[in-house]
């Protein structure tokens, strides 16, 4: 059974940084993509950060050059680095990965930046 485990989310000011970690188990062959989506009260699921199988990641334009995603294969974990955190970066971010089992997804974790 494959499992995505996230942590690291919390309550922030603005213009702090959080570091987000993703923990990937089970049986898995292949991982094409990983992924970092948000979901903000009210507001549909989003795209934050993707690795794609061609391993350049992508942004959504209101995090470029303020977060950071990464992996590292040898400890199954994902990263999302974030600076400069902003009140509507309040969210439950969710890590996300696509491979030889389909989609699958962590349980969330909830990042808050006051202001």
């Known amino acids: 059974q494959v499992q995505l485990v996230e942590s690291g989310g919390g309550l922030v000011q603005a213009g702090e940084s959080l570091r987000l970690s993703c923990v990937v188990s089970?049986?898995?062959?292949?991982?094409?993509?990983v992924g970092w989506y948000r979901q903000a009260p009210g507001k549909q699921r989003e795209l934050v950060a993707v690795i794609p199988s061609g391993g350049i990641p992508n942004y959504a334009d209101s995090v470029k050059g303020r977060f950071t995603i990464s992996r590292d294969n040898a400890k199954n974990t994902v990263y999302l680095q974030m600076n400069s955190l902003k009140p509507e970066d309040t969210a439950v971010y969710y890590c996300n990965i696509k491979g030889d089992v389909g989609t699958r997804w962590g349980q969330g974790t909830q990042v808050t930046v006051s202001s």
């Open positions: 089970g049986s898995i062959v292949r991982i094409n993509a």
